[in-house]
């Protein structure tokens, strides 16, 4: 039994109105990884790195207790490379950079001992890597949550609507939920999206918080309001681990459960924006979590 | 012992993508008291109208239990009068017609009767109207809610941070906040709203819901998604004709009824988009209400 996440494992150079960074540790995988890392024991990473990667960040990921056998370095290339630029409202950044290198051709490897996996998290990337690593499993996970973006949408609508057709839980933000719908409604927008694979959806609204839905229910959590949002890189994939690890840790997928999940997601992306990359949520403590999503019970409860 | 509501009552002509009215029955004072009298029965409004303002609409308030005794119906004038389109988002929308009319020498008599107020609502409007009715009243209510817009902080700030020092609660939406505070999170435009008079702040966030701030605490209420929004004009009036509305019907102030009352504005609120105009808040039950308040419940509900 394991958590298997697959996703970019990158650098990543960030400018953010507080202060830029050289290239430090990003990528999906990444976040979702030690995100889910502090929820659930089993974690296994899949991804491609250069060997431009450094072997410290990847004890890194082992010191969380994280499986990195399915984590190919690729002799002679670079890693995955983005540069961005966060605008003075933090809620839009331009891309400065994107170097594909080692993710121009990435055949994800899923080694014998991930086959356990009960939990796929497929972190954003290529929609058509995200199948191959379904394909690849032999047993089909108890539960498959897809996280995707816009830019996938644009460039590769057909491989998505594929791939969306073999997952559990589909993440997006409201933006994307209104592409790939066609409609202006998050209700209408949830509807139709529910008709095309996943039984759940959430949607990521950043500051707003999130929904989730599946055909019946719909459920909101409001996102803790922040005096300072330093870095918002990764925030929607610490989220997504967030969401899975708390699954697979409670081990029974129920709406219920899902609904606890958004807050134990929602609870570890607000830690993640606190500093720049993955540093704060690289360094978390139980009780630290603990206490943030306390902080939701009491942002979010009423009695009537 | 009543809640006074101070506002405009007007007419508006609305374009919404979904289709045009003519003159209809507009104004804040026309939305907050309806929406406060399916809560409260002791509910009077201070407003002005013109001659063209028809005697059916006034028994229609009185319909709703709503003292019109400080309705000034003044002879030979109009009616305040404003139109406007939104586009096709409904979240942003063009003023055409501001017909100040009956409005820019508004005089707010209150009647001997309405000294008994407890509860004020000072609807948007200018803000030295607002102050004057606070003077007015012999006895100072026991809450004081005012509501205001971006418009009074472009063209009378010193008047609103007058009036905002008399005041315990202020209602304004998001960016709002942002104007008012010179800050852009909302934590701190929250902290800094708070020194100037208020001892809570709820921030309306439209479709994203709204909070609740006082200096030790923030809650956090999501709006109901909603399939349909057919006319947001009057949303925000209505959200908090209920909010005050709720407080009085509970009659004690404190945190934790705050948070309820900003589940029934937000209830109250949601129904006022699903039709043009007043037309739905005119129109409600307290079955629907109830129910609607539910989903509320269920919406937000987690066991954590």
Redesign the interface.
């Given at each position: 039994m394991s958590l298997v996440v697959i996703g970019t494992v990158a650098f990543d150079a960030i400018e953010t109105p507080f202060g830029k960074t050289d290239k430090i540790v990003g990528g999906s995988a990444s976040y979702a990884g030690l995100s889910a890392s502090y929820l659930y024991d089993k974690v296994k990473i899949v991804a491609v790195v250069g060997d431009d990667f450094h072997q410290t960040e990847i004890d890194d990921f082992n010191a969380h207790g994280i499986n990195t056998e399915g984590l190919q370095i690729k002799k002679g290339e670079k890693s995955f490379f983005w540069a961005g630029k966060y605008h003075?409202?933090m809620n839009t950044r331009d891309t400065l950079v994107t170097d594909l290198n080692v993710l121009a051709d990435f055949d994800p490897i899923i080694p014998d001992s991930y086959q356990d996996c009960e939990y796929l998290m497929l972190g954003n990337l290529t929609p058509q890597v995200q199948q191959t690593v379904i394909k690849r499993l032999t047993k089909r996970p108890k539960l498959i949550v897809m996280d995707t973006m816009n830019f996938w949408m644009n460039i590769a609508l057909d491989d998505l609507l594929d791939t969306l057709k073999m997952v559990d839980v589909l993440t997006i933000n409201d933006e994307e939920a209104r592409q790939l719908s066609g409609e202006?409604?998050?209700?209408?927008a949830?509807a139709k999206i529910l008709t095309m694979g996943p039984k759940y959806l959430v949607i990521k609204?950043g500051e707003?918080?999130a929904?989730l839905f599946d055909k019946d229910?719909?459920?909101?959590?409001?996102?803790l309001?922040?005096?300072?949002?330093f870095d918002p890189t990764g925030a929607g994939d610490t989220f997504a681990g967030g969401f899975i690890g708390y699954l697979a840790k409670v081990g029974s997928i129920n709406f219920?459960n899902m609904?606890?999940a958004?807050?134990y997601g929602s609870a570890l992306a607000s830690f993640c924006v606190e500093k720049f990359g993955p540093e704060r949520i690289k360094n978390l403590t139980q009780e630290e979590i603990t206490e943030r999503?306390q902080q939701f019970?009491?942002?979010?409860k009423?009695?009537?």
């Open positions: 003075n409202d202006y409604s998050l209700v209408k949830a609204k707003h918080g929904l229910s719909v459920f909101a959590t409001p996102a309001p922040l005096a300072e949002v219920n609904k606890n958004l807050i999503v019970v009491k942002l979010s009423f009695e009537l």
